[in-house]
Nanobody, 123 residues
Framework: QVQLVESGGGLVQAGGSLRLSCAASGLIFSSSAMGWFRRAPGKEREFVSAISWNSGRTYYADSAKGRFTISRDNAKNAVYLQMNSLKPEDTAVYYC????????????????WGQGTQVTVSS
């Protein structure tokens, strides 16, 4: 049974930072691409970032470039999203996702999802 558990969300002021973590179990993590998505109130879920199985390639939404950094630790079965210079428009529930193969921008290509962690950025 695959489980993805996100943590690290919270309330932060604009300009602040948060580091999200996702702990994975029940899958061959070292051969899985991992992604982060988010859903803001009243909006569709959107891609934030992804990373290939060996960290050889990373993917970012335009809104995340230069502010967010994705990384992973295959020894710990964990993926991280360091978020800096946070803005109120980053407020959303952030989801971790996993898929076999390469990273992808498309949520439909991910097989497994976590429950999400709330990030709230106050102005």
């Amino acid at each position: 049974q695959v489980q993805l558990v996100e943590s690290g969300g919270g309330l932060v002021q604009a300009g602040g930072s948060l580091r999200l973590s996702c702990a994975a179990s029940g899958l061959i993590f070292s051969s899985s691409a991992m992604g982060w998505f988010r859903r803001a109130p009243g909006k569709e879920r959107e891609f934030v970032s992804a990373i290939s199985w060996n960290s050889g390639r990373t993917y970012y939404a335009d809104s995340a470039k230069g502010r967010f950094t994705i990384s992973r630790d295959n020894a710990k079965n964990a993926v991280y999203l360091q978020m800096n210079s946070l803005k109120p428009e980053d407020t959303a529930v952030y989801y971790c996702a996993a898929r076999r193969g390469y990273g992808s921008y498309y949520s439909g290509e991910y097989e497994y999802w976590g429950q999400g962690t709330q990030v709230t950025v106050s102005s």
